[in-house]
């Protein structure tokens, strides 16, 4: 698209309207205002069926041409796409921001995507539409055109008009072969027969001697990446220090088939060394296992939301962790879907770019690469990876190290526990909040005792663990002897405070419990003895023994 000659013909309509809008912005313009255009906007393209709608800076309503001095180096312009990535569903932004010379004026046309179809767009969790020229919510009736729309169209199947083969890399293609063989060990005769594109068809990345989506990500040249446009064909590697400051950091794009290779190189997966007692762990480990990686770097391949126009984010921490980032819902909903089912995915957001990639041997369809990952650091006694499903993304983190070498000895004396129970017992040891159900299923097999959000090991455990005084110090003393102290405390001194028992009591009730919680419950106890009229509170605010008694 010549930009400059499109602009020209957006300026030659007679008027504004759902898919067009002008602003004079001489210098300053509101960073929400801006979000809420492009929240509009973008959700107006969709509605349409358009590629993009515009918004002009430096352009008056009548259509003159003013001029505008927003934002006047190209860096702090360009910023902007972040700016609104942070605040928009799923983090989509601009397609891009245009600098131009009109009748020897600055003028500013951002570029704007159509919502993915099924998914509004709102800024900052509010959703605006246009109606004519003017910026207003966006309807009930509008967002529940946009939401009923098909879903299910395969993005990765798409024809890119004007690609042909040699926008594909002979690089990518030459190894796309060599995977394909190993993995289609019967076809190795008659694949000598094949010219590229037959090989290239019968891999499932092109149709029909036609170039896809999917040839592109996979296979295409790095310069090829604008046939894909919305959709943007890059994974960011970032490396931060232990406190997260980043420290390196690159860039990969398509071919994703060989990229992948470059960026497993770039992580570092250095040996981690147990040091506990005795021979129950070995000396050394790989922090993560090479199938974990690979596992989750195709995983947010196969299944990012390109619709959304975002970024795949490889995040490595040197204290020992991996995170992953992909745009997009989670399909299965929960990842113990995923764990119990055991089994192929009914549906893929990107099936032909799924079955192109199980054609190549990069995944496979039967189900079990999460789960895998979920034992793999079961048998290392590493934390279990971590699932955040929120805002349209889908987030992991692989930890590349023990957290709490107590709970590890706990796992290792304990080997009959299924993948269900150790899921669960990771929470526990992450502090993460538990369910009614689960908690109800780890205190009817006697795994934990106490009262959420205060739960601690069992009995059962910590006999099996020699942690029995550990036990006893995250359990405390019972009601009822917190009741026998104060009651021998009050025959003996006739009257004391609250601050008087809580220096009796604090240290001796359970350790799972903050200073806060500990004060409330002495607080707890004394209301509940004045209650069954065994103390009092008279005008000094001092306890004393019932006269009752």
Same mark, same amino acid.
């Given at each position: 698209m010549?930009?400059?000659k499109?602009?020209?013909?957006l300026l030659s309509?007679?008027s504004?309207?759902e898919?067009?809008e002008?602003?004079e912005? %001489?210098?300053?313009?509101?960073?929400?205002?801006? !979000?809420?255009y492009?929240?509009a906007?973008s959700?107006?393209?969709?509605?349409?069926s358009?590629?993009q709608?515009?918004?002009l800076?430096g352009?008056?309503d =009548?259509?003159e041409i003013?001029?505008?001095?927003f934002?006047?180096?190209?860096?702090s312009?360009?910023?902007?796409k972040?700016?609104?990535?942070?605040q928009?569903t799923?983090?989509?932004?601009?397609?891009?921001?245009h600098?131009?010379?009109?009748e020897?004026?600055r003028?500013i046309?951002?570029? *704007?995507?159509?919502?993915?179809?099924?998914?509004?767009?709102a800024?900052?969790?509010?959703?605006?539409?246009r109606?004519?020229e003017?910026?207003?919510?966006l309807? +009930?009736e509008?967002?529940?055109?946009?939401r009923s729309?098909d879903?299910h169209?395969?993005?990765s199947?798409?024809?890119c008009e004007?690609a042909t083969?040699? $926008?594909?890399?002979e690089?990518?293609?030459e190894?796309?072969k060599t995977l394909?063989?190993?993995k289609?060990?019967?076809?190795?005769e008659e694949m000598s027969t094949w010219?590229?594109?037959?090989?290239?068809n019968?891999?499932?990345v092109?149709?029909?001697?036609k170039?896809t989506?999917t040839?592109?990500?996979?296979?295409?040249?790095p310069?090829s990446e604008?046939? *894909?446009a919305?959709?943007?064909a890059k +994974?960011?590697?970032?490396?931060?220090d232990?406190?997260?400051?980043e420290?390196?950091y690159q860039?990969?794009?398509?071919?994703f088939?060989?990229?992948v290779?470059?960026?497993f190189?770039?992580?570092?997966n250095l040996k981690y060394?147990y040091?506990s007692d005795g021979?129950?762990?070995?000396?050394?480990?790989e922090?993560?296992?090479?199938?974990?990686?690979r596992?989750a770097?195709n995983?947010?391949?196969?299944?990012?939301d390109?619709?959304l126009? !975002?970024?795949i984010?490889?995040?490595?921490?040197e204290?020992g962790?991996?995170?992953?980032a992909n745009s !997009?819902?989670f399909?299965?909903k929960t990842?113990e879907?995923?764990i119990?089912a055991?089994a192929p995915?009914?549906?893929?957001r990107n099936?032909?770019?799924?079955?192109?990639m199980?054609?190549?041997?990069m995944?496979?369809? *039967?189900?079990?690469?999460?789960? %895998?990952m979920?034992?793999?650091?079961?048998? %290392?006694?590493f934390?279990l990876p971590d699932?955040?499903?929120e805002?349209n993304?889908?987030q992991l983190t692989?930890t590349g190290?023990v #957290?709490?070498?107590?709970?590890?000895?706990?796992l290792?004396q304990?080997?009959d #526990?299924?993948?269900d129970?150790?899921i669960?017992?990771?929470?526990?040891?992450k502090?993460?909040?538990l369910?009614k159900?689960e908690l109800?299923i780890l205190?009817?097999?006697?795994?934990?005792?106490?009262?959420?959000?205060?739960?601690f090991v069992?009995?059962?455990?910590?006999s099996i663990t020699n942690e029995?005084a550990e036990?006893?110090?995250?359990?405390?003393?019972?009601d009822?002897?917190?009741q026998?102290?104060?009651? $021998?405390y009050?025959k003996?001194f006739k009257?004391g405070k609250?601050?008087?028992?809580?220096e009796i009591l604090?240290?001796?009730l359970?350790?799972?419990? $903050?200073?806060r919680?500990k %004060?409330d419950?002495v607080?707890?106890? #004394?209301?509940?003895?004045?209650?069954?009229r065994?103390?009092e509170l008279n =005008?000094h605010?001092e306890w004393?023994l019932?006269? $009752?008694?």
């Amino acid at each position: 698209m010549n930009i400059q000659k499109h602009i020209q013909t957006l300026l030659s309509q007679n008027s504004e309207n759902e898919l067009l809008e002008f602003k004079e912005v %001489k210098t300053t313009f509101s960073s929400k205002k801006l !979000g809420q255009y492009f929240s509009a906007l973008s959700n107006e393209a969709n509605l349409k069926s358009k590629q993009q709608s515009w918004l002009l800076f430096g352009v008056g309503d =009548n259509k003159e041409i003013i001029g505008s001095a927003f934002r006047n180096t190209e860096k702090s312009l360009q910023g902007l796409k972040q700016e609104i990535a942070e605040q928009t569903t799923g983090g989509i932004s601009f397609i891009d921001i245009h600098t131009l010379i009109i009748e020897e004026k600055r003028v500013i046309a951002f570029q *704007i995507p159509p919502a993915p179809q099924g998914i509004p767009i709102a800024f900052k969790g509010h959703y605006y539409a246009r109606n004519n020229e003017s910026l207003v919510a966006l309807s +009930i009736e509008k967002q529940e055109r946009i939401r009923s729309q098909d879903i299910h169209n395969d993005w990765s199947d798409e024809i890119c008009e004007g690609a042909t083969i040699e $926008d594909l890399s002979e690089e990518a293609i030459e190894k796309a072969k060599t995977l394909y063989a190993r993995k289609h060990l019967d076809k190795e005769e008659e694949m000598s027969t094949w010219d590229t594109m037959t090989f290239l068809n019968k891999s499932k990345v092109t149709k029909n001697g036609k170039i896809t989506n999917t040839a592109i990500l996979l296979l295409g040249k790095p310069e090829s990446e604008h046939f *894909i446009a919305p959709a943007i064909a890059k +994974i960011s590697w970032i490396l931060k220090d232990k406190d997260n400051i980043e420290k390196d950091y690159q860039h990969f794009t398509c071919p994703f088939l060989l990229s992948v290779t470059e960026l497993f190189y770039k992580i570092r997966n250095l040996k981690y060394r147990y040091y506990s007692d005795g021979t129950l762990f070995p000396e050394e480990v790989e922090q993560y296992t090479p199938e974990t990686i690979r596992e989750a770097i195709n995983n947010c391949i196969a299944h990012q939301d390109y619709r959304l126009s !975002g970024k795949i984010n490889v995040v490595e921490n040197e204290s020992g962790g991996l995170v992953f980032a992909n745009s !997009g819902s989670f399909i299965p909903k929960t990842i113990e879907n995923v764990i119990h089912a055991d089994a192929p995915s009914e549906y893929y957001r990107n099936r032909f770019l799924v079955d192109a990639m199980v054609s190549l041997n990069m995944i496979d369809t *039967i189900g079990s690469g999460i789960k %895998k990952m979920f034992v793999a650091q079961k048998k %290392k006694f590493f934390p279990l990876p971590d699932y955040e499903l929120e805002n349209n993304r889908v987030q992991l983190t692989i930890t590349g190290r023990v #957290l709490d070498i107590n709970y590890a000895r706990k796992l290792a004396q304990l080997p009959d #526990l299924n993948l269900d129970i150790i899921i669960l017992l990771d929470k526990v040891q992450k502090k993460k909040t538990l369910s009614k159900e689960e908690l109800k299923i780890l205190k009817q097999k006697k795994l934990i005792e106490g009262r959420s959000p205060n739960i601690f090991v069992s009995s059962k455990i910590a006999s099996i663990t020699n942690e029995k005084a550990e036990y006893i110090k995250n359990k405390g003393i019972e009601d009822e002897y917190c009741q026998k102290i104060i009651m $021998d405390y009050l025959k003996k001194f006739k009257i004391g405070k609250k601050q008087d028992f809580d220096e009796i009591l604090l240290d001796k009730l359970s350790s799972v419990l $903050d200073e806060r919680q500990k %004060k409330d419950k002495v607080k707890n106890i #004394l209301q509940k003895m004045k209650k069954a009229r065994g103390i009092e509170l008279n =005008n000094h605010r001092e306890w004393r023994l019932s006269k $009752d008694r």
